[in-house]
């Protein structure tokens, strides 16, 4: 879940090589905002051929993503040849390489009672709690809210009740409110968790709960480890705040032009805006047809 782009005077960085680095092993790119266009589409025959070519080049694909695994494999079906080699999904705390999960994070059962319980005392939040082996929507949501947040977390349950939650294991829950979030409330809220669980913002009227040190870099760590790979030898394309330490740690990291300033603050570069296509655009010029 993405968000229109702010200005605060984070200055605009510059468009990224016209030409593959030569030590570039891995691209790992985020969803909602970046790597899809408004609507959630992508043009897949203008893909297809350049997720060939990056399989010729010995360069892995990588989505990151604070949605759920099983929505983010639904864009990219194996029998055409779309798979990504690498999945980190849930902000970080789920992560899958060549089809097997590396990892599988969520919050001791201790502290989910205790966010359940400052979530149910919120008026006016909607929210689907998510983890390993699933996710979980109250049944008392609107169909509005239904809709959209499945949408996000296909593999889901319903619960009559906020605390039956309780004994699932969860590695984020998306909060959105369509009023938007202050930075008061957010401050309120990250009190009031008392570290259980970490409060980023994914859009003006999401924002993401996951667990303490894990993001999209630290998913993203595990993958490069996995393969013998380093940050330096990555490229990573983001929008949002949620984005930020992983455009800050690799090596060519890509804000988009509807970027926010967090995430732009963040990268060394800068895409043409999702709607654009802006990263089929740079693959295009880093993977070219012979």
Same mark, same amino acid.
């Given at each position: 879940?993405?968000?229109?782009?702010?200005?605060?005077?984070?200055?605009?960085?510059?468009?990224?090589?016209?030409?593959?680095?030569?030590?570039?092993?891995?691209?790992?790119?985020?969803?909602?905002?970046?790597?899809?266009?408004?609507?959630?589409?992508?043009?897949?025959?203008?893909?297809?051929?350049?997720?060939?070519?990056?399989?010729?080049?010995?360069?892995?694909?990588?989505?990151?993503?604070?949605?759920?695994?099983?929505?983010?494999?639904?864009?990219?079906?194996?029998?055409?040849?779309?798979?990504?080699?690498?999945?980190? #999904?849930?902000?970080?705390?789920?992560?899958?390489?060549? *089809?097997?999960?590396?990892?599988?994070?969520?919050?001791?059962?201790?502290?989910?009672?205790?966010?359940?319980?400052?979530?149910?005392?919120?008026?006016?939040?909607?929210?689907?709690?998510?983890?390993?082996?699933?996710?979980?929507?109250?049944? #008392?949501?609107?169909?509005?809210?239904?809709?959209?947040?499945?949408?996000?977390?296909?593999?889901?349950?319903?619960?009559?009740?906020?605390?039956?939650?309780?004994?699932?294991?969860?590695?984020?829950?998306?909060?959105?409110?369509?009023?938007?979030?202050?930075?008061?409330?957010?401050?309120?809220?990250?009190?009031?968790?008392?570290?259980?669980?970490?409060?980023?913002? $994914? *859009?003006?009227? #999401?924002?993401?709960?996951?667990?303490? *040190?894990?993001?999209?870099?630290?998913?993203?760590?595990?993958?490069?480890?996995?393969?013998?790979?380093?940050?330096?030898?990555?490229?990573?394309?983001?929008? $949002?705040?949620?984005?930020?330490?992983?455009?800050? *740690?690799?090596?060519?990291?890509?804000?988009?032009?509807? /970027?926010?300033?967090?995430?732009?603050?963040?990268?060394?570069?800068? /895409?043409?805006?999702?709607?654009?296509?802006?990263?089929?655009?740079?693959?295009?010029?880093?993977?070219?047809?012979?």
């Amino acid at each position: 879940m993405s968000q229109a782009p702010e200005t605060d005077g984070a200055a605009r960085p510059p468009a990224p090589p016209a030409r593959r680095p030569s030590a570039l092993r891995v691209v790992a790119v985020d969803m909602d905002g970046t790597f899809l266009r408004t609507g959630s589409t992508y043009d897949r025959d203008r893909f297809a051929p350049l997720r060939s070519r990056m399989r010729e080049a010995g360069v892995r694909f990588v989505v990151a993503s604070g949605n759920q695994e099983a929505q983010l494999l639904g864009f990219f079906p194996a029998a055409d040849g779309l798979a990504p080699d690498g999945v980190v #999904s849930d902000n970080g705390a789920i992560v899958l390489a060549d *089809g097997a999960r590396l990892l599988e994070t969520h919050v001791p059962m201790d502290a989910l009672a205790r966010v359940l319980a400052v979530l149910d005392d919120a008026a006016g939040l909607t929210f689907i709690a998510s983890g390993p082996d699933g996710a979980y929507l109250r049944e #008392s949501e609107t169909p509005e809210m239904r809709e959209l947040l499945t949408f996000y977390h296909p593999q889901y349950q319903y619960v009559a009740h906020t605390a039956d939650i309780n004994g699932h294991r969860v590695s984020k829950i998306a909060l959105v409110d369509k009023r938007g979030f202050t930075q008061v409330f957010l401050d309120r809220l990250s009190a009031a968790l008392e570290g259980a669980m970490v409060p980023v913002v $994914s *859009g003006h009227d #999401s924002v993401d709960l996951i667990v303490p *040190g894990r993001h999209k870099a630290s998913g993203l760590d595990v993958l490069l480890d996995h393969w013998g790979l380093t940050r330096g030898q990555a490229a990573a394309f983001g929008d $949002s705040g949620n984005d930020a330490e992983m455009l800050t *740690g690799v090596g060519y990291g890509i804000a988009m032009e509807n /970027a926010s300033p967090a995430a732009r603050r963040g990268a060394r570069f800068t /895409a043409p805006a999702n709607d654009e296509d802006g990263v089929l655009q740079v693959l295009d010029a880093w993977f070219p047809a012979d």
